[in-house]
């Protein structure tokens, strides 16, 4: 189930248009960000699912949540990358499916930008939940 949701995450991320068009950095796939300009990191996060009932074939409650990281360098100023993130959570609107479980609020992002030495990251969280 998760290969499932991470297909779609992922299927849907690429059909995200941004013009020019940004730079992903796909999970499991190396390579590195732009000296200049945004781009884009995608991880897939799956929590534990909840057995609905005892019995070895029922159905589980599955819940998670899909980040998108909007990369940018300092001295940028955080207005486009503020909305290129307003425009993913557009991108992913609550209820959504995505390989059998949907969005299950819409998507947010951190009040605040996360700095890893000479990046900055404004986060976008897309939670899902399903029944399986």
Do not use: C
Request: net charge negative.
């Amino acid at each position: 189930m998760s290969t499932d949701i991470l297909t779609a995450f992922l299927t849907r991320l690429q059909a995200f248009n941004w013009t020019p068009a940004l730079p992903v950095m796909w999970p499991g796939v190396k390579g590195d960000p732009p000296n200049t300009g945004q781009w884009l990191e995608a991880s897939l996060f799956p929590g534990e699912p909840t057995n609905l009932a005892w019995n070895a074939d029922s159905a589980s409650e599955v819940i998670g949540f899909a980040q998108i990281m909007v990369g940018y360098r300092p001295g940028t100023g955080e207005v486009l990358p503020s909305q290129i993130a307003d425009a993913i959570i557009a991108h992913f609107p609550k209820s959504l499916e995505l390989g059998g479980v949907r969005i299950s609020k819409a998507p947010y992002r951190s009040p605040s930008f996360v700095e890893d030495g000479n990046k900055l990251f404004i986060p976008v969280t897309i939670p899902y939940r399903g029944i399986v």
